[in-house]
């Protein structure tokens, strides 16, 4: 596929824990096709996925999630007894990427192009949007946007702490529409007619955080009302000719166990991610 130029697009990634394994064969899809876009925004899990699109690595998304899903160094409850998180944070987030499956940071910090992860302000409540390619080697961005309260710990930044960028923008559309794009590939992790509700274990989270931070809370209450709306403005974009969406045909598991189910997530988007690639490129020649 030739003259795929998204200029004035941007490229926005939902989280959604091992749900984006869908996101890494879409954007594999795309890296087969030399397609980059110039604007891309990352929440939580998304963000993972950018870093591998980013730096040109195909298929590391997926390897990694495949070869360390079931290493207790990687996910397992004894990880709370020296990090108080459910993911071996120093594993997954630097040994990992700079010793077991090397993360090609050369080719990533030299990305000509904008990279954002947006993080929540525990203190504030608010969502704050990091340039992601200035992130150490360390992850430590990816750690805060990743960081699901009561699984991980608050991550700190220039000594303010920060959780999971999805409490506060779990679809960042509205940021790109800040910055000047008028074009949006969007890419979601739920199937089409999903709304989120709340749920007993969020509810939980709120009344053991509300003390400690109040205004993060505040923003979790209205999370829920937040991505639903958001989600129907992402779907009147697509209407006008704004945006293209790409969702997974079925639910996909955020905690997904079996390798065989991930396989076939992220076959699904990649095999999605080529079928779409002449109304990508109608799309963005409009």
């Not at 030399?34 to 929440?43: A, E, R, S």
């Not at 007619?193 to 274990?201: C, I």
Request: aromatic share 12%; with cysteine; glycine share 6%.
């Amino acid at each position: 596929m030739s003259n795929l130029s998204p200029n004035n697009c941007s490229l926005i990634l939902e989280g959604g824990t091992f749900r984006t394994i869908y996101t890494a064969g879409i954007l594999d899809s795309f890296l087969d096709h030399k397609l980059m876009m110039p604007y891309i925004v990352g929440i939580s899990a998304g963000a993972i996925n950018a870093c591998s699109y980013v730096s040109r690595q195909k298929e590391r998304t997926f390897r990694v999630l495949a070869d360390y899903r079931h290493d207790k160094r990687y996910m397992g409850f004894r990880n709370f007894l020296k990090e108080k998180s459910l993911f071996g944070l120093d594993f997954a987030y630097d040994v990992v990427p700079n010793q077991l499956d090397l993360f090609d940071w050369d080719t990533y910090k030299k990305h000509d192009g904008t990279v954002l992860f947006g993080v929540t302000n525990a203190l504030t409540g608010n969502i704050e949007y990091m340039n992601a390619l200035e992130m150490d080697k360390k992850c430590t961005m990816l750690r805060a946007t990743c960081a699901i309260p009561m699984l991980f710990p608050e991550i700190k930044i220039n000594e303010t702490p920060y959780f999971d960028g999805g409490l506060a923008d779990p679809i960042p559309i509205r940021k790109a529409l800040e910055d000047g794009y008028d074009k949006h590939v969007i890419i979601l992790t739920r199937p089409q007619g999903y709304r989120k509700q709340m749920d007993r274990q969020s509810k939980w989270v709120m009344r053991l955080l509300r003390k400690k931070y109040p205004k993060l809370v505040e923003q979790m209450a209205v999370r829920v009302d937040k991505y639903n709306q958001t989600v129907e403005f992402c779907e009147k974009l697509e209407q006008e000719g704004k945006a293209i969406i790409f969702r997974p045909e079925f639910a996909l598991n955020s905690m997904e166990k079996n390798v065989l189910n991930m396989r076939q997530g992220y076959e699904m988007g990649y095999k999605l991610g080529n079928e779409r690639l002449s109304q990508l490129q109608q799309f963005f020649n409009k």
